[in-house]
Each structure stands twice: as structure tokens, then as C-alpha cells.
């Protein structure tokens, strides 16, 4: 090709793309205008929850309702969520169970058990996903699939997960899993669909003794910030920098 | 001239096509994380949450409101209701009413560690195979009788304690209950002794209670300076830990 030909050609060229991008950029607008049509303004919230422990009474509600919401798979070893009971030896040993890996047959055959003389401590600890501040879960993602809302809610792209599993790993909280169904990786969106709408998630809904409280920490009046301000408040693994939004009162230190 | 002519040709057809003619999600993660966010808020929902109850349920919201289960969500007991709200007139939407006794004891069942205070039951004794709901209105439930003495709450302390020389002393002896902690347990805890005073009063060699006469020391030398409780369980003291 020569300077003429190469010339020419690009005046074909530009106007050509030109069209192309156009008609790209019109799909993606039809994309995005959903989410400006809610009227919903992301930038004003900043979503956390706070667990009260010494009010989790281990019915798993909160599991069985999450998983009716979110569709989450019903292999009780699927969940967004999950309750751990606690035992503390009078010799220091600590046993974790999870208990909504049970049957609920199950959780009922383990009623009425005398308590283990041993043990000094006992309680519940419901878990789901931090929605850290610093998410370790999106550093490593290696396709940009997984992210942070401004809102801080932690998203996953099912259309670009590639189910690497990277992200499962990198949690140090164990709050991801890899859906059998779409074969993404799944988490707690804190149910992005209901909060945005102004519902509770399903978990807080349901939640019997208000175990759960969800709220915005930007809201002045909000009843996190007043369940913040009223007790003391710890947070899981602090020491990793990870600053979770999930914040516990009464949390017994030998938790993890 | 014409070379350099080329070069600024194609340095500006670089900059105008990365910047005007690509698409953004080419570019940038933006797009396709809204896209991702517009699906997120798309879903549908499954819980119809207590309000959208209340409008068609408001007699039931009442009664529940001014009972001990006012923080229960109507879908804790009655399942996800979103499907019953878009078509009240489905029979297979219809919100179940559980009537087993499994169902009550799901949460009123005996379970260790299940914080105090929280009103639990022997599913095997108490009032075996009758349905809780011919005592025990759901929206409105009422305990047998009203919660009197500490061991309404505490029983794991009070049937130790019954089993113990200490089973004649009162709770009061060594804490201070306020009457904010009857109706509101956690906003008023009740004290706990901090010295070794609060066991001094009867068990020092001094003491004058004859209750305790076979159980003085001298504490000045006993147990130099550890608090009582480390070694002795105030609700159990033969038993040492």
C-alpha cells in the first residue's frame, strides 16, 4: 500500500468506526438508563450491619431466608450466610460449629443437651460477608469481575466471573462459594435488590431478636450509628486492615 | 514535511480513536459494573417485608406489636410472601401457619447456648404432644405465669445454686439488681462483686454470720491476692475449678 491508498483508505476508516461506536455506546446506554430510572443515588449511602451476639438465639431463620431470596442452592453447605455455635473449655480450648451445615432435623435432636461441665462459655455467632471497606476479594480478581459499589456494597459480575475461585481463597472470612448452578462465584450482596429499594436485607427481616441490624453509616439518625455509638464494637479480624462494615457488639475475643 | 504531516495524521487519528471512537467498555470497568449493579437491583424480590403485611393485616400487626414477638417479622414464621402479595387469590401462594410443635421449638427449644433470659422450653416435657398454639397465642404469646424471681431467667444458675450450701441465700446478697433490669435485662445489668470483701462478710475468720461458721478463714493468708471467684464458684462452692 502506498501513502495515497493508506491516505484514502483512512477517510473509509474514521467515519466508518465512527458509526460502529455510536451504535455501541446507544446499546450500553440502554444498559445503564435501568439504574437511572430508580432515581436511587448510590453516593449517599454507605451500608453496614450490626450483629448484637448476645441476641442470636441459633434458630437459623436468617440462613433459610437467604437462601429463599437470593436462590442460593439448598445443600445446607451453600450459604450467604451461616451461624457458628461457640464452646470455650474451661482449659481454653474453643470448638467452632457450624450450625447451619445441619439438618433441621438435626438442630432439633441437639436440643435439650445438658451442658458440658467443661464448658465455660457458649453462644452463637451468626457470619456472612464483611463488605470490607479494603476488600481483599477484588485485589485479586484477575478479570475486574468482582467490585466495590459506591454505596460499599461488594458486587460480583456473574456475566464475567470466569469461576476461577481466586476470590473464595483470598476471603478471610470464608463468606464466598462457588455456585454449582451458574458456576460463578457467589457472596452476600447485604440484597442489593431489597436495600435499594429501601427493605431491609431478608436475614434482618426475619431475624427474631433483632440480632441484625442493618443500616447506612452515613445516615446521622441511623440506628447503626446509634447501635455503634451505644456499645462496644468489634470487628472480625481486625488486624488484617480489611476495615469490614459487618460490626459486632459483645463479641467474645476468641472468636474468629 | 509530508513525513512529519503523516506522523501528526496519525497521532491524532491514535488520540481521537482511544478517546471519542472506542466504546467506554472497551476502556473502562465502569459500564459493565453498572450493568452489573442495574441486574443486582433488578432481581426480584421474595420477602415482602412487614409493612406490605401490615396493609392488608393490620389487626394481626396490632396484637403482635404489643406482645413479647413485636421484633418478629411476619415472614419468620409464615415463610417468604412476596408471591402471596402479587396474587392474594393463589392457594398455593398462601402463607403457611405452622401448627407442629417442631416449628415453635425451632426457637423455644432448650439449647445451651441460647443467651439468658431468651424463654426456652424442655420440648420432651413440657406438655408433651400438645400444640403450643392451644396455650400460647403466636401473635400475642403469653408466658404461664409472669417471670417473678431471677430464676425465670437464670435457671441454669438458680438449679445449681439449689444444689449448694448456698442455695439459702438470695440473689441480692451479692448483686445488685436495678428494676430497669426486670423490664429491660441488657440496658441495666445487675453488679457483680469485685472484691474480696463481698465473700469477707461471711466466710472471714471475724465474721458473725453463723450460717457460714464452718467455712472461716483467715484471709489475710488464704489464697494471698487472688479474688475468691478464681478458685470457687460462688453458685457452686464445694466444687473448686
Given at each position: 500500500m502506498n501513502k495515497r491508498d493508506f491516505l484514502k483508505n483512512s477517510i473509509v476508516f474514521f467515519p466508518a468506526a465512527g458509526v460502529l461506536s455510536a451504535l455501541t455506546c446507544q446499546a450500553e446506554g440502554k444498559e445503564l438508563s435501568a439504574s437511572m430510572t430508580t432515581g436511587y443515588d448510590a453516593s449517599q449511602h454507605w451500608y453496614g450491619m450490626g450483629v448484637d451476639?448476645?441476641?442470636?438465639?441459633?434458630?437459623?431463620k436468617c440462613v433459610e431466608a437467604c437462601k429463599a431470596e437470593n436462590n442460593v442452592p439448598g445443600e445446607p453447605y451453600y450459604f450467604r450466610t451461616w451461624i457458628e455455635r461457640y464452646d470455650i473449655h474451661a482449659d481454653g480450648e474453643v470448638k467452632v460449629e457450624c450450625i447451619s451445615t445441619r439438618t433441621p432435623e438435626e438442630r432439633l435432636a441437639q436440643q435439650n443437651q445438658p451442658l458440658d461441665?467443661?464448658?465455660?462459655r457458649s453462644f452463637f455467632v451468626p457470619k456472612l460477608c464483611n463488605q470490607c471497606a479494603n476488600p481483599p476479594c477484588v485485589q485479586v480478581c484477575p478479570v475486574g469481575a468482582t467490585f466495590q459499589t459506591r454505596d460499599g456494597v461488594v458486587l460480583v459480575d456473574e456475566q464475567r466471573?470466569?469461576?476461577?475461585r481466586y476470590c473464595i481463597q483470598a476471603c478471610p472470612y470464608g463468606a464466598r462459594y462457588l455456585n454449582p448452578q451458574t458456576h460463578t462465584a457467589d457472596k452476600c450482596t447485604f440484597c442489593y435488590h431489597r436495600i435499594t429499594k429501601g427493605q431491609l436485607p431478608a436475614c434482618v427481616e426475619v431475624c427474631p431478636t433483632e440480632a441484625r441490624i442493618f443500616g447506612d453509616l452515613k445516615g446521622k439518625q441511623d440506628r447503626l450509628v446509634r447501635f455503634q455509638h451505644d456499645n462496644e464494637i468489634s470487628v472480625l479480624k481486625p488486624d488484617l486492615n480489611t476495615e469490614p462494615k459487618v460490626r459486632y457488639a459483645r463479641l467474645d475475643g476468641e472468636v474468629r | 514535511m509530508q513525513r512529519l504531516g503523516v506522523i501528526v495524521v496519525l497521532f491524532l487519528a491514535v488520540v481521537i480513536t482511544r478517546f471519542f471512537l472506542l466504546p467506554e467498555s472497551w476502556i473502562s470497568a465502569k459500564p459493565h459494573q453498572a450493568a452489573t449493579v442495574a441486574r443486582e437491583m433488578a432481581k426480584p424480590q421474595h420477602h415482602a417485608g412487614m409493612a406490605t403485611c401490615r396493609q392488608c393485616h393490620e389487626d394481626e400487626y396490632t396484637t403482635k406489636l404489643g406482645g413479647f414477638h413485636r421484633t418478629i417479622g411476619c415472614e419468620n414464621c409464615h415463610g417468604a410472601a412476596a408471591a402471596h402479595v402479587a396474587n392474594k387469590d393463589d392457594p398455593a401462594a398462601t402463607p403457611p401457619k405452622h401448627r407442629e410443635r417442631e416449628f415453635c421449638l425451632t426457637c423455644h427449644g432448650f439449647v445451651a447456648s441460647r443467651p439468658n433470659g431468651f424463654p426456652q422450653v424442655d420440648g420432651l416435657q413440657h406438655n408433651k404432644g400438645k400444640k403450643c398454639v392451644t396455650c400460647h397465642d403466636p401473635h400475642d404469646p403469653k408466658p404461664d405465669e409472669p417471670i417473678k424471681g431471677c430464676d425465670g431467667c437464670h435457671g441454669v444458675i438458680a438449679r445449681t445454686k439449689a444444689l449448694s450450701t448456698h442455695s439459702q441465700l438470695e440473689c441480692t446478697q451479692c448483686h445488685q439488681v436495678s428494676e430497669q433490669h426486670l423490664v429491660e435485662p441488657r440496658s441495666a445489668l445487675p453488679t457483680k462483686p469485685t472484691q474480696r470483701d463481698a465473700c469477707a462478710r461471711c466466710h472471714d475468720k471475724d465474721a458473725t454470720d453463723p450460717a457460714a461458721a464452718s467455712a472461716r478463714l483467715d484471709l489475710s493468708t488464704?489464697?494471698?491476692?487472688?479474688?475468691?471467684w478464681e478458685c470457687h464458684n460462688a453458685h457452686l462452692p464445694e466444687g473448686t475449678k
Open positions: 451476639v448476645d441476641k442470636c438465639i441459633g434458630c437459623n461441665p467443661s464448658v465455660v466471573c470466569i469461576g476461577c | 488464704h489464697g494471698r491476692t487472688y479474688v475468691c
